[in-house]
């Protein structure tokens, strides 16, 4: 079984650009999540999917930032227009949702890096 | 709000030996669930433990085994014999439901030296 894919796995754009990442989870699971860990900092939660409502966006942290599920499958996560401080790795991770097992499946991250 | 501190930015230690990892949090919450997930270089992160905070006793798998001091709000993980697949980095975390948002430590870089 496919694991959590994501891409691009790397990204290199100028400051004022447009860059989407794209996320997709493991099939069949409702919950899907998006994180940052820029460099030298925590991991920090951006926003949670269930099924393709947001159930919290608590994270994101400007209007720059848009984030996407239609259907209820894979994701998409825009920054427009990227600013130097939105340089970091971007991780996706999804869970079944049955039931509180807490275990999420990572993908391996899209690294941003804005010039 | 809730925090989880991980003082250890990088550690070392011998194959074959027994580390341990520390992690402390901050939460007013009585229920609540803590992670250790390990990111081997330019692999995706994995779950290696999981601990719900009713449960009294400590979780183990395998040579990985926690130590859960509630009242201290302490959560550290031993690896037993070690191994150079045990390198990685290793984060610390807690999650209030389980499957809701997860907040992560800074990590913890721990080598294995043959």
């Known amino acids: 079984e496919a694991g959590v894919t994501q891409f691009p796995s790397h990204s290199v754009i100028e400051k004022g650009q447009t860059v989407t990442l794209r996320c997709d989870p493991i099939?069949?699971?409702?919950?899907l999540y998006w994180y940052r860990r820029v460099m030298g900092k925590e991991i920090k939660f951006l926003l949670h999917?269930?099924?393709?409502?947001?159930?919290?966006e608590s994270g994101m942290p400007n209007n720059r930032f848009l984030a996407e599920r239609t259907g209820g499958t894979y994701s998409t996560l825009k920054v427009q227009p990227a600013e130097l401080e939105d340089s970091g790795v971007y991780f996706c991770?999804?869970?079944?949702?049955?039931?509180?097992?807490?275990?999420?499946?990572f993908g391996e991250g899209s690294r941003l890096t804005v010039l | 709000a809730q925090t989880v501190t991980q003082s250890q930015p990088e550690m070392s230690v011998q194959e074959a030996e027994t580390v341990t990892l520390s992690c402390t949090y901050d939460?007013?919450?009585?229920?609540?669930?803590l992670f250790w997930y390990k990111q081997p270089p330019s692999r995706q992160m994995i779950l290696v433990i999981r601990?719900?905070?009713?449960?009294?006793q400590n979780a183990t798998e395998n040579r990985f085994s926690v130590n859960f001091q509630k009242a201290a709000k302490s959560f550290s993980l031993k690896i037993s014999d070690s191994q150079l697949g045990d390198a990685a980095m290793y984060f610390c975390a807690y999650s209030l439901h389980g499957d809701d948002k997860i907040i992560f430590g800074k990590g913890t870089r721990l080598h294995i030296l043959p």
């Open positions: 939460t007013s919450e009585s229920d609540y669930y």
């Open positions: 999917f269930v099924k393709e409502s947001k159930q919290d």
């Open positions: 099939s069949g699971h409702d919950n």
């Open positions: 991770a999804s869970s079944s949702g049955d039931g509180h097992t807490g275990e999420l499946f």
């Open positions: 601990q719900e905070a009713y449960k009294q």
